[in-house]
């Protein structure tokens, strides 16, 4: 995996470059020999990214050379923390003369208050001597004798379905009549076959069908569709079952699996439902889960989809003609999906590579995921017609043995589709995997994550970060990598979802790099270091593990906690730039801790309804975080915005829930991009005409009641509206009855 750790180490230091270059160009540097000692530094880190994006390419590098790679990264990773951390303090301390770095954590003998020449001295001998053990080591002249992959990237690359299953409508077809046969008794249907097959898409598709399965006069009540995963939470399925059948039930509110079992076969004793468990793993969840379900008479019928034989066996009361067998997709269907995927329709391949596409198809052994990967991989070329890709691609691959370690095997596709990334995609590819299983991704807060983090680089045409960002994006789901979810009138994904194999993939590679650690309550999932850089707590609400002290946390640059106990978590965070905090109370206390996180630029606060009562107290403090970019609190009941939010002259996208009171002089923020949700029977008539002041917004969600709003508002807003569509303004959201 030493390709992946090299290519985010090049990363890094590309993020590093750039602050250079400022610090080069700005006032900090006094003197003219302090600017050539930071533009000397800048040429050696430059020369040992060019050598890295080179390493990116090749597999099983030696130790020696893996060990240098390593140092580059930590040397590059600490050096950005302490050029950026001092620049904020300088700024906050209102200094424009002089500029003091601060300690580095690998040169104990610097203390605070050395001149600036000594400290870029310093730095700029411990990358000499890197670059002395570059040359020792030889390692250009293992590169020079090592072959690798060019990649040819796109800039942009328009999206096409990647979910689509060429052949699957006869498996649907059998599926289905395997639901109807029966009498009115409850039964379970089970779909079994290892990763990768369609089992979910299969099932899903089958969902959607399901008013096929029933006669005029009898109709189901009530569907759902609920994925379990291997680590589950059976009180979070409960509830969300509850919730998807209109109970307000939430898994705050604490009750014991045995009384939401109990709540949820009461709702359905009466009904004929149609519910699909995707992934379910073991026998004593689906024990658990099946009592939730009465056999009432009425015609209910159930889907389990599962990767194991005994699992899908003991679904359906050990009766073997109730277990439907994935399959590989046949050879025929499998050309039709790989070949249309590629040039648009099976017929237009090239004669000259119809033998490649014969031998990597029966690499891909028929498993649609990597059919899809492979063809994603191709597609996503300026000349996906040349020979020379197909070759690389067919001697790339191993072959799927369906009778041994398919899942082993599978690694194969997924690290063939990992290679062929470019630079600027591996630490977006890597990041994903802050998200747990099964879990649907808003397209948004991917893109400004990735910003925030720096994986995009200014662009050398001017293009706006988050512009490129999304191409990024795009390029994702073009190469079948994220799978779309949510796809609007304009065909662009608003939201994904992981493959579940293509996220223990990802995992397995970060904990490789140390690029992201899992923690959840089967203990921490990282590369063993002690500086973790990016970290995602993973709790239910009945295993809510606090996070130990032992694990160092100053490090952290994105935190993603999904109902984890975050008590005490914010004093120890100090470089943190990302924060998503996903169903945890955040207290008052929190909140005011959060605002002293000085890197911060991007904040999601999401309660998913956890508690209607509770109130979210966004304080005055927040003016501390001079680099927010970001503040979404869309998905939060209730929420109390100081006044002085309109000081943060930084923040460029603002998401509120509605019913908030914004300030009068909301017009003074003139870096906003993005607001949703504005409301406009809760704010003045100086606020709705403040709008018309914010010449840099793009996006603008109005909420338009005519029963609470006057006729100076709708002017107001009719007049604001009036500017921004001379200025910026692309995406307009007004929901109303009536507009002016």
């Not at 004593?284 to 099946?290: A, G």
């Not at 072959?399 to 997924?414: A, C, G, H, N, Y």
């Not at 991009?673 to 996006?699: P, W, Y």
Request: net charge negative; proline share 3%; with cysteine.
């Amino acid at each position: 995996m030493a390709e992946l750790a090299t290519s985010v180490a090049a990363g890094v230091i590309c993020s590093l470059l750039e602050k250079l270059g400022s610090l080069a160009a700005a006032e900090y540097a006094m003197f003219s020999s302090d600017r050539r000692q930071v533009e000397l530094l800048v040429d050696e880190l430059s020369s040992m990214k060019a050598v890295l994006e080179k390493l990116a390419y090749m597999e099983n590098l030696d130790p020696l050379t893996r060990q240098w790679r390593d140092q580059v990264r930590e040397l590059t990773y600490d050096t950005e923390d302490s050029i950026v951390s001092s620049m904020l303090q300088d700024r906050q301390d209102g200094a424009k003369d002089w500029f003091i770095w601060k300690i580095f954590p690998f040169f104990k003998d610097l203390r605070e208050g050395y001149s600036l020449s000594k400290q870029i001295n310093q730095i700029k001998a411990a990358v000499i001597e890197l670059s002395a053990r570059r040359e020792r080591l030889r390692v250009d002249e293992v590169i020079s004798t090592s072959s690798h992959v060019s990649i040819d990237p796109r800039l942009h690359v328009l999206y096409k379905d990647a979910a689509g299953l060429v052949g699957i409508d006869g498996q649907k077809d059998k599926l289905i009549g395997m639901l109807k046969d029966g009498d009115q008794h409850l039964k379970v249907v089970s779909v079994v076959g290892f990763g990768g097959l369609g089992k979910t898409t299969l099932a899903n598709l089958v969902y959607d069908a399901s008013p096929t399965l029933q006669h005029h006069e009898h109709r189901f009540d009530c569907r759902a569709f609920v994925s379990v995963s291997q680590r589950p939470d059976i009180n979070g399925v409960l509830c969300i079952l509850l919730r998807m059948f209109g109970g307000s039930i939430t898994p705050s509110d604490n009750i014991n699996v045995q009384l939401l079992v109990s709540m949820l076969n009461k709702h359905l004793q009466h009904k004929r439902y149609f519910i699909v468990i995707d992934d379910l793993w073991n026998e004593s969840d689906w024990h658990t889960i099946r009592c939730a379900f009465p056999d009432n008479n009425s015609g209910s019928r159930l889907i389990v989809t599962t990767r194991i034989d005994s699992v899908a066996l003991d679904c359906c009361s050990n009766r073997r003609e109730y277990v439907y067998p994935m399959k590989p997709l046949e050879e025929e269907y499998s050309r039709r999906l790989f070949l249309t995927r590629i040039f648009g329709s099976e017929d237009a391949c090239p004669e000259y590579l119809k033998e490649a596409s014969a031998e990597i198809l029966r690499k891909c052994g028929g498993l649609p995921l990597a059919i899809n990967v492979v063809s994603g991989f191709l597609a996503s070329k300026k000349t996906p017609e040349r020979k020379e890709h197909w070759d690389r691609v067919q001697s790339s691959l191993g072959t799927i043995d369906r009778e041994f370690e398919p899942v082993k095997q599978m690694s194969q596709i997924l690290n063939l589709s990992y290679m062929h990334l470019p630079h600027h995609l591996r630490a977006c590819f890597l990041h994903l995997g802050i998200y747990p299983e099964d879990r649907e991704i808003m397209t948004d807060d991917l893109v400004k994550q990735w910003v925030a983090e720096d994986f995009v680089p200014c662009s050398p045409h001017r293009r706006d970060r988050e512009d490129v960002a999304k191409d990024y994006f795009n390029e994702l789901v073009n190469r079948s990598i994220l799978q779309p979810v949510d796809i609007d009138y304009k065909d662009e994904v608003l939201s994904c979802r992981l493959h579940d194999m293509m996220l223990e993939f990802i995992l397995n590679k970060s904990a490789d790099e140390n690029f992201i650690a899992v923690m959840d309550r089967f203990g921490v999932r990282s590369g063993g270091t002690s500086k973790i850089r990016r970290l995602s707590l993973q709790s239910d609400q009945e295993n809510r593990v606090p996070v130990p002290e032992a694990i160092i946390l100053t490090q952290v640059r994105s935190l993603a906690t999904f109902g984890a106990c975050i008590d005490g978590v914010f004093s120890r965070l100090k470089f943190i730039r990302v924060l998503v905090v996903d169903r945890c109370r955040m207290t008052l206390d929190n909140m005011v801790g959060v605002c002293l996180l000085l890197q911060l630029r991007y904040l999601k606060i999401a309660f998913d309804m956890l508690d209607d009562e509770f109130d979210l107290v966004v304080p005055p403090e927040i003016l501390n975080l001079r680099s927010l970019e970001t503040l979404d609190i869309t998905d939060v009941q209730d929420v109390t915005l100081t006044k002085k939010i309109a000081d943060l002259s930084s923040l460029r996208h603002l998401l509120l829930p509605l019913e908030v009171v914004l300030p009068d002089d909301i017009g003074r923020m003139k870096s906003l991009r993005t607001i949703r949700k504005f409301d406009m029977s809760k704010n003045s008539v100086a606020c709705i005409n403040g709008l018309g002041e914010l010449t840099n917004l793009r996006d603008l969600q109005v909420r338009f009641d005519d029963t609470w709003n006057s006729d100076q508002k709708k002017v107001a807003l009719c007049s604001a509206l009036q500017k921004l569509a001379g200025e910026n303004l692309k995406h307009l959201a007004i929901i109303s009855e009536d507009v002016c």
